[in-house]
C-alpha cells in the first residue's frame, strides 16, 4: 500500500510540473507571454516548444512566447520547418527562412498541414486531431524514419520545365496518408491555398522594380524632359500607388527631379526624394540615408545601355536617378558639390540599369519578397537619334544612328539578343516575375503630322493639302510649328498652306518618308513578335499589350468615361482618344504620353499583374462573398485585407479623374492643349518662372483653352502664338 501511496504522489507530482510547465504557454498565467499566431488558415494542434515552454495550438492557431524565444513546431514526432525567433505571425514561409510561396519546401509544409485537416477543408481552418498525429507517431517517428520536406514537390522550373514530386512519393508520406486514407493535395492547390491566406491579411510582401528608357521614367512634352511634376504621373508611380493599396508592397520611392533655371545649361536638374507612402510628401535630401529608388528607367536609354552603361560614365541623368545604390561616397560627392566630383574616383560598385535592378531584388531584408520587375523601352532601338530633335530630325541616318555598320537584320537580331540578356538576367532572380510592355507604332504618334492632322488643326473652312510631292509623309513636330502652323489661321487660304507644306517638304529630316516610316514599322513588328514569343519560353514573363493600346487609340475606339449616372448607364458619356495633337493620349511633343496616356498604360499593366495568380483564382466576380462586390463590379485580388483588391471600376474611376484635370487635354476643340504652365524655381538668390514643359514647345500652348457650353464660352478663336504670331501674354 505505501508503496502505491508513494507512486501515486510521485505522479502526482509530474502531472503538477507538467502542467506548472504548460501553464507558462498560457498568456493567463503569465503577463510577460505574447501571442503568437501559425497560420496557413489558423492551425490547430501543432506542437510547439519555445523556450522551456511546450504546448499545442488552439483552435485560432496560437502559441505562447516571451520575446527572444526560438519556436519550432511539429506533429506526432516529425518537426516541420527550421527553429525561428518566435513572433505575432508564423507561416510556412517563416520556418522555411528565405523562402517564397512557391519554394519547395514551402509548398511541401503547406500540402501536409492541409492534407491532415480534420473536416479536409482548410479554408474554414486546419485541425490536426490527436488521431491523426498518433498515426504520425506509429508511421514515423516510432519506426525511426523521418520526413524530408525540402524534397522536390512537382512544381515546374522558372522555364516551365517540370520536376518530380519526389515528397508525395516519399515512403513516409505515403504510408501515413494511406493509414488517413486520404490522398495528399498537389503543390497547386496548396500553394493556392496559401496565397489566398496572404493575400487576405496583406502579407505577401512584394517589390515593384522598374527599368526602361524615358517612357518608364515619365518624360512629357520633350525627349528627355524629366522632373517631379512629370515624374509623378508617369504609369511606373501609378502601378505602385494601385499596389501600395493592395499588397505588401511598402517601399517604393522614386528620386524626384527638381527643374533648374532656364540659364542653366540644359535646365539641369536637381535630385530630391519622394517616398511614395507618405502622402506624396518631398523631403529634403538626406545625404545620409537616401531614399532607394525603384523606378530605375533613364531617358534616351537604348537595350544595350540598359546592360552596358554604368554609373559615372558621363551620363549625370543615370547618376542621379540611380543613386546611392552604387558607390555611396562618389554620390555623396554629387549630392554636395553637385558637379564637382575630382578626388571621388569611381569603383567596382558602379552599376548598369540592369545591375542596379537586381541589387534591388537581393538587397538584405528582400529574400522572401515577390519580385515584379515592369519594362518599357525600345523608342530609341527603334526610333535611333531622330526623336532627339523633337521631330527636326527625322533622317534615314539619325533612325540608324545605332545600326552602326550592322544590317538590318543584323540589328534586329542584336535588339533580340539584348532583350534576350535583360530577361535571363530578371528571370533568374527568385521569386521573379516579369512584365514586358510590347511597342506601338511609333509613326502614328501625334508628333509625326500627315495631311490629315494638318488640315484638321487649320481654322478655315475646306483646308485641303493638294501637292503630294512624296509617296508619303509624316512632318515633324518642330518643323510643323516653326513653318506650317503659321498658314493655319483663320484668314489664310490653301494656296498658304501648301506653299508652307512644300516648303518644309523640301528639307530632309522635317519629315518622315515612306522608306523610313516602313523600317520603323517593321522593327516594331519584328520586336513585337519576338517579345510574344518570349512568354512561350519564359513562364514567369508576362507581355503587356501596349501597342494594342495605340492601335485602338489609331483606330478612334479608346475611350474614357467624361460623366454619367451610375444607377442609369443610358446618360453616361464617353470621350473618344484621338491620336491627333490635341487629342487628349499625348503631351505636347506628341510623343509621350499625357496623364491620362499614362493612365491608360497603367490600366495595362494592372490587367497583366493578375496573370502570376491565375492559378490562385484571381479574378473576382460579384460571386466572390468575401469581397462584398456590387453588382456589374469585377477587378483583381492582388493581396490585401477582405475587401481590399484592386477593381476595374478603381481603374476607371482613376482614369476618368486623371482625365477631368489632365492639363493636355483639348477643352475648346482647336487641337491644342494648354499644357502644364510654369512654376516659379528658386535656386540660391536666383529665381526664374519655368516651363515644367521643354520650352520649344511654348508657342504651341492654347492661349486660351476656356470651354463651357452651358455659359456658352467658347475660345476656340484665340489660338497658340506659332498659329497667329501673337504671343499669349501679348492678347
Known sequence: MKHAILLYKRLLIMVLIFAFILSGCSSDHDEDLNTGVFVDSNVQGLKFECGNRVGRTDKDGEFYYKTGDSVEFSIGGVYIGDQVEAQEIITPMTIVPGAFITHRKVTNICRFLQSLDEDENPDNGITISAATRDIIRQEITDKGLTIDFDQPAGIPDNFGNPTTDDFGNDAGVQSIFNRLGRELLDYSAAQKHFFQYLAETKTLAVDLIAIGDGMTAGVQSGNGNLNSYTQTDGYAKKIADFLISSTGLSDWHVPLLKLG????????????????????????????????????????????????????????????????????????????????????????????????????????????????????????????????????????????????????????????????????????????????????????????????????????????????????????????????????????????????????????????????????????????AYINSLSATYPTLFVVDVGDLYDKLNDGTLQVFAEGDAEDSEDDKYYTLSRKYGGGFYSMDGIYPSHTGYAEITKKFLEKLSDPFDNFENELTPEDDNYDLAPGDDGYLLGGETGMYIRTKDIDAFIEYTWSSDPYRDYDGDGFPTGPGSVAVIIGEMSDIVTIFDPVFESLVDCDDRYDEDAGINRSDILPECVTGVACDEL
Open 261 to 528: 533655371l532656364n540659364d542653366n545649361e540644359d535646365r539641369i536638374l536637381m535630385r530630391s526624394d519622394l517616398e511614395a507612402l507618405s502622402a506624396w510628401q518631398e523631403t529634403e535630401e538626406d545625404e545620409e540615408n537616401p531614399y532607394i529608388p525603384y523606378n530605375l528607367g533613364v531617358p534616351g536609354s537604348t537595350l544595350n545601355d540598359i546592360i552596358n552603361e554604368k554609373t559615372g560614365s558621363g551620363n549625370e541623368l543615370l547618376d542621379k536617378i540611380i543613386w546611392p545604390i552604387p558607390n555611396p561616397d562618389y554620390y555623396t560627392a554629387l549630392a554636395k558639390e553637385n558637379e564637382t566630383l575630382e578626388g571621388y574616383p569611381l569603383t567596382e560598385d558602379s552599376k548598369t540599369q540592369l545591375e542596379a535592378a537586381k541589387w534591388l531584388a537581393n538587397q538584405d531584408g528582400h529574400e522572401t519578397r515577390m519580385k515584379l520587375f515592369i519594362i518599357s523601352s525600345c523608342i530609341h532601338d527603334v526610333l535611333g537619334t531622330s526623336i532627339e530633335g523633337n521631330g527636326d530630325n527625322l533622317t534615314l541616318a539619325a533612325i540608324n544612328a545605332y545600326r552602326d555598320l550592322l544590317s538590318e537584320d543584323d540589328y534586329i537580331q542584336s535588339i533580340k539578343d539584348n532583350l534576350k540578356t535583360i530577361i535571363d538576367e530578371l528571370a533568374a532572380v527568385h521569386y521573379s516575375y516579369i512584365f514586358i510592355a510590347t511597342l506601338p507604332d511609333f509613326t502614328r504618334m501625334a508628333g509625326f503630322l500627315d495631311e490629315e492632322d494638318i488640315e484638321s488643326l487649320a481654322a478655315f473652312e475646306g483646308a485641303d493639302i493638294t501637292p503630294k510631292e512624296k509617296e508619303y509623309y509624316y512632318i515633324g513636330l518642330i518643323p510643323f510649328k516653326d513653318s506650317v502652323a503659321s498658314a493655319l489661321k483663320p484668314d489664310s487660304t490653301n494656296a498658304d498652306l501648301n506653299s508652307a507644306v512644300t516648303s518644309v517638304l523640301s528639307v530632309d529630316g522635317n519629315f518622315m518618308n515612306t522608306e523610313e516610316s516602313n523600317l520603323i514599322k517593321n522593327r516594331v513588328n519584328e520586336i513585337n
